[in-house]
Each structure stands twice: as C-alpha cells, then as structure tokens.
C-alpha cells in the first residue's frame, strides 16, 4: 500500500461519524430556510422580545404559585375529594390573559407598527406576496400561543388526576382558547391595516384593547358560570353543539 492510500484511509477513520443530531440539524437548517421568511423573522423577534420574557415567565410563576395554593387551599380532602375542577379554573384565569390578550395585541402591533415606521411599503414591493406577509404574522402568533399553551398543559394533566373534570372538557377549553386567540388575532391583523396616522392607531389600539379586555371577560364570566354550576360541559345534549356550531361559524 502506498503512502498516499495509507493516508487516505487514516484521515477517513479520523473523521467522525456522522450522528442522528447532526443530521437533525441539517434537516432543521433545510426546513428553516423554506419556510416562510417573515415568520421566521416575527418568530424570532417575539420570542426575543422582553414582552414575551416577562409575560412567560409570569405564566409559569403564577402556575407554580397556584399549584401551591391551591393544593393547600383544598387541604387534605385532596386525596378523597374531586376537586380537580377548581384547580383547573385557577389554571384556566392564568393561560387566558396571554391567550385572549397578549398574543391578539402582538399581533396587531406587529402589523400596525410596520404601516406606522414605513417599513410596510417595502414589504409590499418584495416578491413576498400579500398572502406570505399576512401568513407569517399570523403564523408567530399561533407559535406563541402554543408555547403558552404547551407551559400550562402539565398543570392541566394535574387537574385530571385530581379528579372532578374529564379529558373532554379539558380538550375542549384547550381548542376554544386557541380558536379564540386565532380570531382576535386575525381582527387585530385586519384592524391593523385600517390606517397609517399615527394618532388614528393609537385610537385603534384603545378600541382593540377595550375589545380584548371584553372577550376576556366574557371568558371568565363562562368559566365562573361553570363554576357555580359545579359542572362540565354538557356533551351529550345536541343544544350545546348547535350553539358551539353556530359561535364557530358567526
């Protein structure tokens, strides 16, 4: 064998296998650079954002908290009582302010901010089309309500275990928060295209506000209503379809 081979083989042993994280990596990086530029790019800044900092934090603070409390609240009928339902409106108080108020308002500046600075213009003459810039907002505010809704979860699962609410009803509020939040998201979007003047937005962002805190309320009017019913929602009557059928399709 000649030197040259000889070579050859020891600088092919010297290099290291290639691993499964590696390869992940390289498939995240491919997937990362099809995606769609402004959600990448709305992600990012979310999450880096102060906003989001202290308002996750606050959410898991305010759950551990509640953990807490609660639990000695209930004291030792814990183990015999269901009280499972009253551990879960404490949870249900915490996730819905970031769900029906931070993540709609997020929105609705991201968009009103890039008419207020000028920056919407030069998105408009990209060859990003309308529906890719309106996507990607959209599509961080989804992300952000999953990583709510993913901090909370576990608190939720505790509910169940503790008996007194079931995994439909639990499922249910998970998928009426997050088309909530959808919603309020998607009016924010529109709502934030309704003018460039600067004190117009500021009068906008009032009104949205006022129309968030509103949706908040009727939130946990509901949840309150529940509460004092000692009861879940009622699945078996078709009543209760038809009026969640009509509130999807309003």
């Keep these: 064998m000649s030197t040259s081979e000889l070579n050859l083989n ?39 954002s102060r906003q989001f900092v202290i308002t996750f934090t606050l959410v898991l603070v305010l759950a551990w908290i509640w953990s807490i409390l609660g639990v000695s609240l209930i004291g030792p009928s814990i183990f015999y009582a269901a009280r499972g339902f009253d551990m879960f409106l404490g949870y249900y108080v915490i996730l819905a302010v970031p769900m029906l108020v931070v993540v709609p308002f997020g929105a609705f500046r991201s968009l009103a901010s890039e008419r207020e600075d000028g920056t919407f213009e030069m998105l408009s003459i990209t060859t990003l089309r309308p529906r890719q810039i309106v ?12 990583v709510y809704l993913s901090a909370v979860a576990p608190c939720l699962a505790f509910t169940y275990m503790l008996r007194g609410i079931d995994a439909p009803t639990i499922v249910y509020v998970i998928c009426c928060f997050f088309l909530a939040s959808l919603g309020a998201s998607v009016i924010g979007l529109v709502v934030a295209t309704l003018t460039q003047d600067k004190h117009w937005q ?27 019913q000692s009861g879940t929602p009622a699945f078996q009557d078709r009543e209760f379809w038809i009026v969640n059928a009509i509130m999807l399709t309003a």
């Design 202 to 228: 500021i009068v906008l962002s009032v009104l949205y506000l006022f129309g968030l805190a509103f949706l908040l309320f009727n939130a946990l009017t509901i949840a309150f209503a529940l509460m004092m």
């Design 10 to 48: 020891v600088d092919a042993s010297a290099v290291p296998a290639d691993t499964g994280w590696q390869r992940l990596e390289r498939a995240l990086v491919w997937v990362g650079d099809r995606l769609n530029p402004i959600l990448v790019k709305e992600t990012r800044q979310a999450l880096k």
């Design 135 to 146: 996507g990607g907002k959209l599509g961080s505010a989804v992300l952000q309500m999953l």
